[in-house]
């Protein structure tokens, strides 16, 4: 039995954007069934969860019989590794693969993340008309950069969608949401090539599914600060 954590309930912005709909997405890709624990922020605080994930996020993976993971790009991998999908068994086209899928988590999420922090974070439009142009170039800088490797191919590595496919099109989820896709068209056309799968939607509507059953009060944020 494979269980998942995920969030009650999140805000409207991180609705079809909350990590754990990656967990999902693979494990649909690779055919496997998996239930969800639902946390709220109390949950989050708790021993048995940082148990599992140090720092309080979501998601984690639990399997009977192996050691609970957390991060989602390692149980993204691992499960893609181990059901053997979306991943070329040829080691020079993993290697490239590889190299894709980090470059998702690291060169690019990582400067999405900057402009979602302040778009999503930052208390006023004051900060946030500080803070947007610190973030934005660097972001837009990277975008271009990442059109222009991609050039005309359909996907990031090889003649197939891959796991770092799969990593890339989730990380440019950030992207959209903040408006930023809008000037580069061929990105554009490839994270909607990316996500044209049932594994991939199945996954969203999953999670959103849950995220509208809920609401902010069952989320315990006031309890949590005197946790
Ligand atoms: N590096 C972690 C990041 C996980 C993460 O940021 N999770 C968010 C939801 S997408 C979360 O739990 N946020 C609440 C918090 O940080 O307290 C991973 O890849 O799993």
């Known amino acids: 039995m494979i269980t998942i ?10 609705a079809g954007q909350v990590r754990d709909h990656r967990v999902r997405w693979i494990l649909n890709e690779a055919g496997w069934s998996y239930e969800v624990r639902l946390l709220d922020a109390v949950d989050q605080k708790s021993a048995a969860h940082r148990a599992k994930q140090p720092f309080g996020q979501v998601p984690t993976l639990e399997e009977d019989g192996r050691p609970p993971m957390f991060e989602n790009g390692a149980i993204v991998l691992t499960v893609a590794e181990r059901a053997g999908v979306l991943i070329p068994t040829d080691s ?13 988590l690291n060169t690019i999420e990582g400067a999405l993340m900057n ?10 439009e004051a900060a946030k008309a500080v803070r947007r142009p610190q973030v934005l170039p660097f972001a837009h800088q990277r975008l271009a950069e ?4 991609l050039s005309n191919r359909d996907w990031l590595v090889g003649d197939e969608f891959s796991v770092a496919d ?9 992207a959209v949401s903040l408006d930023l896709l809008k000037t580069y068209p061929a990105l ?40």
Not at 92 to 104: D, K
Not at 146 to 149: E, G, N, S
Not at 203 to 227: N, V
């Open 5 to 14: 954590t995920a969030f009650k309930w999140v805000p409207p912005f991180a």
């Open 92 to 104: 020079v086209q993993r290697a490239q693969v590889l190299e894709w899928y980090f470059a998702a």
């Open 115 to 124: 402009v979602a922090e302040a778009e999503f974070f930052l208390p006023d």
């Open 146 to 149: 990442l059109q222009a490797a």
């Open 166 to 174: 799969l990593m890339m099109s989730s990380v440019l989820k950030i």
């Open 188 to 227: 554009r056309a490839y994270q909607e090539r990316c996500l044209d799968r049932p594994a991939y939607r199945k996954a969203i509507d999953d999670q959103c599914a849950i995220i509208a059953a809920h609401g902010p009060g069952d989320m315990r944020y006031k309890e949590a600060q005197s946790a």
